[in-house]
């Protein structure tokens, strides 16, 4: 099980919203500067995960989030591997078809390819996308807050 410090900033029944700022592999990253500016801004962002909440926690405490490291493997390769193996798969059968088949120009057939890939990798995303509503409602997917690991912030002194 993969576990991360996060802060609970909403509560909405059995569920949580979680706030983490990306620190651990990021603040050891010789390219984490490029990386924050290319992610939207200069700054670090918080990530904000809804997570299961069977502990009871509060807005405002530290708790420790819980992921099965199969389904971050699973949603990392869907995310990250499947729409490059589209590109790749969609813009080379493309392209052996156009020349081999539709007898086009080898020069015009990457043009095919290149054309069927983009084509090929917009559609992976845009079926990602579907099937994340379609999943939405899966809490055995779900992030878990498994303990609560400071109390709500006093707010009359420091």
Not at 21 to 36: F, I, L, P, V
Not at 40 to 66: C, F, S, W, Y
Not at 67 to 85: D, G, T
């Amino acid at each position: 099980m993969l576990r991360e410090e996060v802060l609970v900033i909403a509560v909405d029944g059995n569920y949580a919203m979680v706030s983490s700022q990306r620190k651990r592999a990021c603040g050891s990253c010789h390219a984490e500067a490029s990386c924050s500016v290319l992610s939207g801004g200069g700054t670090k962002h918080d990530t904000q995960i809804r997570a299961m909440n069977p502990v009871g926690a509060l807005v405002g405490q530290r708790v420790e989030l819980e992921i099965s490291e199969k389904q971050f493997l699973k949603a990392s390769f869907l995310v990250y591997v499947l729409p490059i193996i589209s590109l790749l798969f969609f813009g080379v059968f493309a392209r052996h078809l156009a020349v081999h088949y539709f007898a086009v120009d080898p020069k015009a057939a990457e043009g095919v390819g290149g054309l069927v890939g983009i084509i090929a990798l917009v559609l992976t995303f845009f079926g990602l996308s579907k099937l994340n509503t379609h999943i939405e409602g899966d809490d055995s997917r779900r992030p878990v807050i498994r303990r609560i690991l400071t109390g709500i912030p006093d707010s009359e002194g420091c």
